[in-house]
């Protein structure tokens, strides 16, 4: 929804999001949530809003907005209401009188509008039904049911913030091809600052009967699911609690997760967790404290050809996930990296659907990948944002590690806790400007993978 007006003789436009527990009808009182940015002409940039909407059209006959936002320094509350008439019903659920506040004192008053000529269509395209996010709970549970030629993954990886090590748990169950007897296996990877990258392998060991999928992942000795993480390899041990914040993301469409209609399918469970713990190895002891992170979930029939992954945590629970990849199918494998990205930023995620960022919409052109080492580039466009993302991975902070696909095939990773990212948002405003960046040194999470 965009609405835009005037107050003490500046220019206000509006970019919101609502929400509702329950189905809008008119007929009755609905409340919803309201997030979004606001542009003040005069004041520097996009600034988050919040608040309340009141939708009573013919209960009250009346659609009351309060949206609380900071700019320079102060804190406003704008309260607003359309006054709904039968004679009037364009004019009076277009047109949102307003008084703005500072504290409790009124500062300015004005009129806002929505954009009929320009909005509307953006705005009747963007309704949804409402969705059940699925529980997270159930994100962990296992999904392989004994086939052949599957590989399920289980992943989690975080930044300590006192220290500046990051951590990395892999933990993965392999159904071969051939109908040998699946098992699991994985590994944890430590990345001090002042280190070189270390690591320890556990298993491979047998997969516990199909016929009761656990609920998380377990072998000899580990645990991972939505509480947290413990296990032993090597000369390491863990125990970590987790604190989750954020619902899953899909970074992949969702029906390719719950349906598995692609080759391979990836999901954040928990985009914006924390860990709290202990990680040991060779007698020294690393003391995490809401250290914050992210578990994921990988199903499918194995590795890409080549791909390159970023979880980057920008603060505040926002976050940005991106998986671009070539296909190792015959056909496909030529063709450059489908990419999906997902930046949840204010409580919205853009694009505001997996395929948007992966196949295109309305010739606004797929995002690209330059897949490399030491650095790699994403950008794209969707709507009126458009992004670019630049990660790099030092190579004295980058471990590479093996792969084993169901097929028996080889593809080697190279992971780095410890990542750089530079994140670049822009906003169309009858010009590019830029919205937001970000400039992670040290807290990105990424990989690069070939064969």
Known sequence: MRLAGESAGRRIRFDLAVRTDRMLLPHRTTDGRIDGQVRI????????????????????????????????????????????????????????????????????????????????????????????????????????????????????????????????LHHELTAPS??????????????????????????????????RPPKSF?????????????????????????????????????????????????????????????VTHEGRRLLLDAAPGADARIYGEGNARRWAWLHADLGSGDVLEIVAAVSKKAGLRRLPPTVF??????????????????FGRLGAGRFRARIGLPSWTVTGRSGLRRIRVLVTQPEDRTLALEYTDPDGSTAVCRNSETSH????????????????????????HAEVGER
């Open 41 to 168: 002409e005069g004041f520097p940039g996009d600034v988050p809003v919040r608040g309340e909407m009141e939708i009573s059209p013919l209960a009250r006959r009346r659609i009351r907005y309060r949206m609380r936002f900071t700019a320079n320094g102060r804190h406003y509350t704008l309260d607003g209401w359309k006054s709904v008439s039968p004679r009037r019903p364009l004019a009076s659920l277009t047109v949102l009188p307003f008084v703005l506040l500072d504290g409790g004192t009124e500062v300015g008053h004005g009129v806002l509008r929505f954009e009929v000529a320009r909005a509307l269509v953006p705005f009747v395209a963007s309704l949804r039904w409402p969705q059940r996010d699925d529980a997270a709970g159930s994100l962990y549970a296992r999904r392989w049911a004994g086939e052949p030629d599957r590989t399920e993954v289980w992943y989690t990886t975080m930044t300590d913030p006192a220290t500046g090590t990051g951590l990395w």
């Open 421 to 444: 990212a530079r994140v670049v948002l822009q906003r169309w405003w009858g010009r590019w400007r830029t919205e937001a960046t970000w400039s992670l040194n040290g807290t990105a």
């Open 178 to 211: 051939d109908g040998s007897p699946a098992y699991t296996h994985g590994w944890i990877g430590l990345f001090a600052p002042d280190a070189p990258p270390q690591h320890a392998r556990f298993g491979p060991d047998p997969v516990e009967s199909a016929d």
């Open 218 to 278: 377990a072998a000899e000795g580990i645990d991972a699911g939505p509480s947290g993480l413990r296990g032993t390899a090597g000369a390491f041990a863990w125990d970590l609690t987790k604190r989750s914040g954020g619902a899953p993301l899909y970074t992949f469409p969702r029906w390719a997760w719950r349906r598995g209609l692609l080759p391979a399918a990836h999901l954040v469970s928990a985009p914006s967790a924390t860990y709290t713990g202990s």
């Open 341 to 358: 990205l997902r930046l949840r930023r204010n409580g919205r995620t853009w694009p505001r659907t997996a395929e948007r960022s992966a």
